[in-house]
């Protein structure tokens, strides 16, 4: 198992609204990774897997905001 802690600030989309990327879990090449997300408007700490987060708009990135139609934007 690996624990990493982000050290820049990496806003996504999950189900429960817009976040941030505090820690990513990483149990093995089998399992999907775990983002621990502080939300934005409640600050709760939720974890999510990769199909559940989705990097939020960036346009000097060049990221766009249609990456998936059912998550918020």
Known sequence: MIVLEVQQSLQVNTPKGRGRVW???DYGSE???L???????SGEIWEFTNKDVTATSN???????????NQVK
């Not at 983002?35 to 408007?41: G, K, P, S, Y």
């Not at 346009?59 to 139609?69: A, E, F, Q």
């Open 23 to 25: 820690l990513v879990t």
């Open 31 to 33: 399992i999907e990774k």
């Open 35 to 41: 983002f621990t997300v502080i939300l934005d408007e």
């Open 59 to 69: 346009v000097t990135m060049g990221r766009k905001s249609v990456y998936s139609t």
